[in-house]
């Protein structure tokens, strides 16, 4: 669901193919029929941004018919634990769950919690990779084992999806009731001791107002089946760059430090203090330890000058305290309030939603570094922009400084990506970059070495941490070595001045040095592990000795599940780690994802925390009551389950609740930001179609790394709108010919491809159409075309802040848009058509009526 | 040699003649030997290079296929699929297959492009300058950007005068200096794809 796997990720669903070839059965949800449609054994056509809807549904079919691997769910997941009793569900609230402030547009979550343990509300991104804290986690959490109680997860998710039943999915998601209850039968089918399923997911699922909800409601899915942590089963998100698993890991993000470590917030005075928010003084598992983590990051950034007197330089860290988020910082640059702005290897003019607000932003600033291989639009905006037609943007009066600096290609540096399943595999180089191109590794140590030298002399408080950081890295010319910096990555002991095996060697007392935990193990023993290259051939089913996967070279996290309570596999087949009595340890074919002798049995003392508070059937080892979570008490900020709501922009009026949209998202009124009306509040007659998007597989994004290739422009030479037959008919679109695309945004113009790969959905006898578009295009290159990202508004889950951009509303017009000036006027007579103002869309609760006595809001 | 001068020109000329070493020779169905001109005999794979390939991955979708990198001089002549890979068996999608148009395109820019202020043109600069430039330029965006502390006082020792984007196509080892750089700046506006 949410990919399109055979056309975006090619030679991994040769995987699949192998699969199904061994007797797999494959089912694909999507609007659109695909070349994944295509080879499945069953296409399911969705609505698009109704996955919650559809797998609740799952939900409900599971739980109503007992379907759920019962002593999985009951040992491994949270299903026992008991929920604060002022917790009141979307059942209860009309589409809100309990402690919802309309003032704030978010939620005090202190009812969520379980009942006796005490988790302190959190703001989104606060709490990094371990989930959030849960004080008492470690002591146990008060439970019923027969999963009776009311108010234990299991009865209360039971209640939550109660109505989520299969005519409610034709209703939500247009799909019959028929084919949806095949797709129950198979995955329950495939579930349990002897089957495991898999569920694979791309941005299908995360570019939505309820993104991380989609995936929550995919993991309760997979839970409640027992297919996680067992070989065969699991989630997989597809990702789409080839570091971009590693550019989370190793951030280059606002909210993170390296290792999912939040990044450090207003308020947070001290070390303490920030470790306090982190986690719990008395939780379970490996998060318990983010205090070595964090101060071995501190001493890999500051050296000797990083000491226990020091806070090992804690205060030296910027702090946080709200969004910082690409698009609210593109909304700053209109802003006036930032000056400057390094792009590298990203195309923001075309790549990022709402393309107008993008260029608008570049075109006021006073400089702005952009480095690709290529001139790309974000380059060249001021000149060939769409807005320099429409006259918004005229290079006489554009004052922003632009530098391109070449970029040397894969090929021409060494280095490591981490691809889709953690595995980091590292390139060598194979030929040299002429000119002026240069790896980022030197262009990063260039800067550096020129602003130490120009605050070298400062007595500014502000310049200490520049001036106390280490950057001490072997050099091979004028750039540092890059095995050198994954060394540093990797961590060392800086008692014997050698890398460490790996993330339970780091230390908080400041005796080991490391600038990710996570990836402690990738030059265990002074290799880069992360280069070995022992052939598929040559080694088993799991192929450990191919690069190196974090955390700790284990292929599948959470492995523990793979075996039952006593610690055996659950079947002889999906054997995958096991604990052997004789040698007292776990053992198996991947690194096993727990503390290695204890025992299957095991209870802890009361005392206990961390690693050691772990019980024999806790698997899931990062967060902090050791337990798959079917509820999240917290840490999830648009509520402890999904709940379908309406894409923010929707024909459709919620079918479950009066709350129409998820009240927590995101909305980012300002005039360049328009969003369609949606019922309740508008009419969505102007933009009554459901537009959503993806890629090809001839090209890659916005087309930077594509458009400009002979081959792959001439095997995609052009943007195309799909449309069904009918809505062709309805439209009087020829096949071939030109249409335009509209939004409150922009009107984008492509050739119009009349298929039935695209079909309508009736709904309650309401008829929905859908349209899809590629979004590979912009105005420069071999193959040139209208930018669709021009199409999006900007609005942003709460949880994480990614754009809802696989679902907006549109229309579609026969014959090619209205240019320049022409286009302008065009568009504002639309938005006045529909009634638009800066307000329309952002009016976050519809539910009819406010929650009774909403608890007061503690102050995150 | 045998024959006179004009004999040997005779037999070179039959010789250079497909049809007859077709009918005379061994390669009687005219796909070998017969078949080839002097330009096809001095073709060479593109993967006979003076040294090994490059042990490489594919630098599009985050599947990371396997790609041998062969290069000759410094340059790039041939990017195929490893067959070694456990991921990609060999197999590269037709982005990956156009990877070596990627890296050796005439659309690769190979110089420092600047443009001023209300500028219509880009001009040149030299990488150096550039450089120094651009530090300048981020010390001054850092310090209008300042901010000590916030309306309730509390700590923020930051910048949000710059900002940086990217890091989904560049490697760990840069992204992490990256991260590195801009927090001892105290610049907090750091993205990349991840977030889109």
């Given at each position: 669901?949410?990919?399109?796997?055979?056309?975006?990720?090619?030679?991994?669903?040769?995987?699949?193919?192998?699969?199904?070839?061994?007797?797999?059965?494959?089912?694909?949800?999507?609007?659109?029929?695909?070349?994944?449609?295509?080879?499945?054994?069953?296409?399911?056509?969705?609505?698009?941004?109704?996955?919650?809807?559809?797998?609740?549904?799952?939900?409900?079919?599971?739980?109503?018919?007992?379907?759920?691997?019962?002593?999985?769910?009951?040992?491994?997941?949270?299903?026992?634990?008991?929920?604060?009793?002022?917790?009141?569900?979307?059942?209860?609230?009309?589409?809100?769950?309990?402690?919802?402030?309309?003032?704030?547009?978010?939620?005090?979550?202190?009812?969520?919690?379980?009942?006796?343990?005490?988790?302190?509300?959190?703001?989104?991104?606060?709490?990094?990779?371990?989930?959030?804290?849960?004080?008492?986690?470690?002591?146990?959490?008060?439970?019923?084992?027969?999963?009776?109680?009311?108010?234990?997860?299991?009865?209360?998710?039971?209640?939550?999806?109660?109505?989520?039943?299969?005519?409610?999915?034709?209703?939500?998601?247009?799909?019959?009731?028929?084919?949806?209850?095949?797709?129950?039968?198979?995955?329950?089918?495939?579930?349990?001791?002897?089957?495991?399923?898999?569920?694979?997911?791309?941005?299908?699922?995360?570019?939505?107002?309820?993104?991380?909800?989609?995936?929550?409601?995919?993991?309760?899915?997979?839970?409640?089946?027992?297919?996680?942590?067992?070989?065969?089963?699991?989630?997989?998100?597809?990702?789409?760059?080839?570091?971009?698993?590693?550019?989370?890991?190793?951030?280059?993000?606002?909210?993170?430090?390296?290792?999912?470590?939040?990044?450090?917030?207003?308020?947070?005075?001290?070390?303490?203090?920030?470790?306090?928010?982190?986690?719990?003084?008395?939780?379970?598992?490996?998060?318990?330890?983010?205090?070595?983590?964090?101060?071995?990051?501190?001493?890999?950034?500051?050296?000797?000058?990083?000491?226990?007197?020091?806070?090992?330089?804690?205060?030296?860290?910027?702090?946080?305290?709200?969004?910082?988020?690409?698009?609210?910082?593109?909304?700053?640059?209109?802003?006036?309030?930032?000056?400057?702005?390094?792009?590298?290897?990203?195309?923001?003019?075309?790549?990022?939603?709402?393309?107008?607000?993008?260029?608008?932003?570049?075109?006021?600033?006073?400089?702005?570094?952009?480095?690709?291989?290529?001139?790309?639009?974000?380059?060249?905006?001021?000149?060939?922009?769409?807005?320099?037609?429409?006259?918004?943007?005229?290079?006489?009066?554009?004052?922003?400084?632009?530098?391109?600096?070449?970029?040397?290609?894969?090929?021409?540096?060494?280095?490591?990506?981490?691809?889709?399943?953690?595995?980091?595999?590292?390139?060598?180089?194979?030929?040299?970059?002429?000119?002026?191109?240069?790896?980022?590794?030197?262009?990063?140590?260039?800067?550096?070495?020129?602003?130490?030298?120009?605050?070298?002399?400062?007595?500014?408080?502000?310049?200490?941490?520049?001036?106390?950081?280490?950057?001490?890295?072997?050099?091979?010319?004028?750039?540092?070595?890059?095995?050198?910096?994954?060394?540093?990555?990797?961590?060392?002991?800086?008692?014997?001045?050698?890398?460490?095996?790996?993330?339970?060697?780091?230390?908080?007392?400041?005796?080991?040095?490391?600038?990710?935990?996570?990836?402690?193990?990738?030059?265990?023993?002074?290799?880069?592990?992360?280069?070995?290259?022992?052939?598929?051939?040559?080694?088993?089913?799991?192929?450990?000795?191919?690069?190196?996967?974090?955390?700790?070279?284990?292929?599948?996290?959470?492995?523990?599940?793979?075996?039952?309570?006593?610690g055996r596999p659950w079947s002889e087949r999906k054997e995958l780690v096991w604990w052997d009595p004789d040698q007292g340890r776990w053992t198996g074919h991947d690194v096993p994802d727990f503390p290695l002798t204890t025992p299957p049995g095991f209870d802890p003392p009361a005392d206990a925390r961390g690693p050691a508070a772990l019980r024999g059937d806790d698997p899931f080892t990062m967060q902090a009551d050791g337990k798959g979570w079917l509820f999240a008490p917290t840490g999830v900020v648009d509520g402890p389950l999904p709940t379908h709501y309406e894409p923010h922009e929707s024909p459709v009026r919620n079918p479950l609740y009066r709350q129409q949209s998820n009240p927590t998202r995101r909305v980012y009124p300002r005039p360049e930001n328009p969003y369609d009306p949606s019922p309740p509040e508008g009419d969505p007659d102007v933009f009554p179609f459901v537009l959503t998007a993806s890629r090809l597989t001839e090209h890659h994004t916005a087309g930077g790394m594509s458009r400009q290739l002979p081959h792959l422009a001439e095997l995609q030479p052009e943007l195309t709108v799909e449309v069904s037959p009918e809505l062709a008919r309805l439209r009087g679109l020829t096949h071939l010919g030109w249409a335009h695309v509209v939004t409150a945004r922009a009107a984008v113009e492509a050739r119009v491809y009349v298929t039935d790969r695209m079909a309508p959905l009736r709904l309650d006898g309401q008829v929905v159409h859908q349209v899809w578009m590629p979004f590979h295009w912009g105005p420069t290159g071999l193959v040139t075309g209208d930018s669709f990202n021009d199409l999006l508004g900007v609005v942003a889950d709460a949880n994480v802040l990614i754009q809802e951009s696989k679902v907006a509303t549109c229309d579609v017009r026969p014959g090619r848009r209205p240019r320049g000036a022409e286009l302008t006027a065009f568009l504002e007579r639309l938005r006045s058509r529909a009634g638009i103002t800066s307000a329309t869309g952002t009016t976050l609760l519809t539910a009819g009526r406010s929650p009774t006595n909403p608890p007061p809001r503690e102050a995150p | 040699m045998s024959g006179n001068p004009i004999e040997r020109r005779l037999r070179g000329w039959l010789d250079a003649w497909p049809v007859y070493r077709q009918l005379t020779g061994p390669d009687r169905l005219g796909r070998g030997a017969a078949a080839q001109s002097p330009r096809s005999a001095a073709l060479r794979p593109h993967t006979d290079t003076p040294g090994p390939p490059a042990r490489s991955v594919c630098p599009y979708c985050a599947v990371g296929c396997a790609q041998l990198v062969y290069a000759d001089a410094g340059r790039a002549v041939q990017i195929e699929g490893d067959p070694d890979s456990p991921v990609s068996r060999g197999r590269l999608c037709p982005k990956g297959s156009a990877s070596l148009q990627l890296v050796t395109g005439p659309q690769r820019e190979q110089e420092v492009r600047y443009r001023a202020p209300y500028a219509t043109e880009w001009a040149d600069l030299p990488l150096d300058t550039a450089m120094d430039m651009i530090a300048d330029r981020v010390l001054d965006a850092r310090r209008r950007g300042w901010q000590d502390t916030d309306d309730q006082g509390n700590v923020l020792r930051r910048t949000t005068g710059l900002a940086g984007l990217g890091g989904a196509t560049t490697d760990n080892e840069e992204n992490y200096l990256f991260k590195k750089l801009w927090t001892a700046l105290g610049a907090v506006q750091i993205e990349n794809q991840a977030r889109i």
């Open positions: 669901m949410g990919s399109n796997m055979a056309e975006a990720h090619p030679v991994g669903f040769q995987w699949v193919m192998e699969a199904k070839k061994n007797g797999a059965r494959v089912v694909h949800v999507d609007p659109r029929f695909t070349r994944t449609s295509a080879l499945a054994d069953q296409y399911v056509r969705i609505r698009a941004g109704t996955d919650i809807a559809f797998l609740g549904g799952v939900v409900h079919h599971v739980l109503s018919n007992d379907l759920d691997f019962r002593e999985y769910v009951a040992a491994y997941t949270n299903a026992a634990f008991l929920v604060n009793e002022g917790f009141a569900d979307t059942e209860d609230l009309d589409g809100l769950f309990s402690g919802y402030d309309p003032a704030t547009g978010s939620y005090d979550t202190t009812t969520w919690d379980y009942e006796g343990a005490s988790q302190r509300v959190t703001a989104p991104m606060e709490t990094g990779m371990g989930g959030p804290p849960i004080e008492g986690a470690a002591g146990g959490i008060a439970q019923d084992p027969t999963l009776q109680h009311p108010r234990c997860v299991f009865q209360v998710l039971k209640r939550h999806f109660s109505r989520y039943t299969p005519e409610m999915v034709e209703r939500v998601c247009g799909v019959p009731r028929e084919q949806f209850l095949q797709v129950c039968d198979d995955w329950t089918a495939n579930s349990g001791r002897e089957r495991t399923a898999a569920l694979i997911y791309s941005v299908g699922w995360t570019q939505h107002t309820v993104g991380a909800q989609n995936i929550r409601a995919g993991a309760i899915v997979q839970l409640l089946l027992g297919n996680i942590g067992r070989p065969g089963g699991g989630i997989y998100a597809l990702r789409g760059h080839a570091n971009i698993q590693g550019s989370t890991d190793i951030p280059t993000l606002f909210d993170l430090l390296p290792g999912y470590l939040p990044m450090p917030r207003a308020g947070q005075a001290d070390l303490t203090a920030y470790l306090d928010r982190v986690r719990a003084r008395n939780q379970k598992g490996y998060w318990e330890e983010a205090d070595a983590y964090l101060v071995s990051l501190l001493k890999e950034y500051f050296g000797d000058a990083a000491t226990a007197d020091n806070d090992f330089g804690f205060g030296w860290l910027p702090r946080i305290n709200g969004d910082h988020g690409t698009y609210r910082t593109t909304m700053d640059m209109i802003d006036g309030r930032v000056f400057g702005y390094l792009v590298m290897g990203q195309n923001p003019a075309v790549g990022s939603a709402n393309g107008r607000l993008q260029r608008l932003a570049l075109a006021n600033l006073d400089w702005l570094v952009v480095r690709d291989l290529t001139m790309i639009e974000t380059a060249s905006f001021w000149k060939d922009a769409p807005e320099v037609e429409t006259g918004e943007i005229a290079p006489e009066r554009c004052r922003t400084e632009v530098f391109f600096l070449p970029a040397a290609a894969h090929t021409e540096k060494a280095g490591s990506f981490t691809q889709t399943q953690r595995m980091v595999q590292w390139r060598e180089k194979g030929a040299e970059p002429v000119g002026d191109q240069r790896s980022d590794l030197w262009f990063f140590h260039q800067l550096w070495r020129r602003v130490r030298e120009r605050v070298a002399d400062s007595t500014d408080p502000r310049d200490e941490p520049l001036q106390r950081l280490a950057w001490d890295y072997r050099t091979e010319g004028d750039e540092p070595d890059p095995q050198d910096v994954l060394r540093r990555i990797n961590g060392i002991d800086l008692t014997t001045g050698r890398t460490v095996d790996g993330f339970t060697d780091l230390r908080s007392d400041g005796t080991t040095a490391c600038g990710c935990w996570q990836y402690s193990g990738v030059y265990k023993d002074e290799v880069n592990q992360a280069a070995r290259r022992k052939p598929h051939d040559q080694q088993g089913p799991y192929d450990p000795e191919w690069g190196w996967t974090w955390p700790a070279n284990r292929r599948l996290l959470y492995n523990r599940a793979s075996a039952d309570l006593d | -």
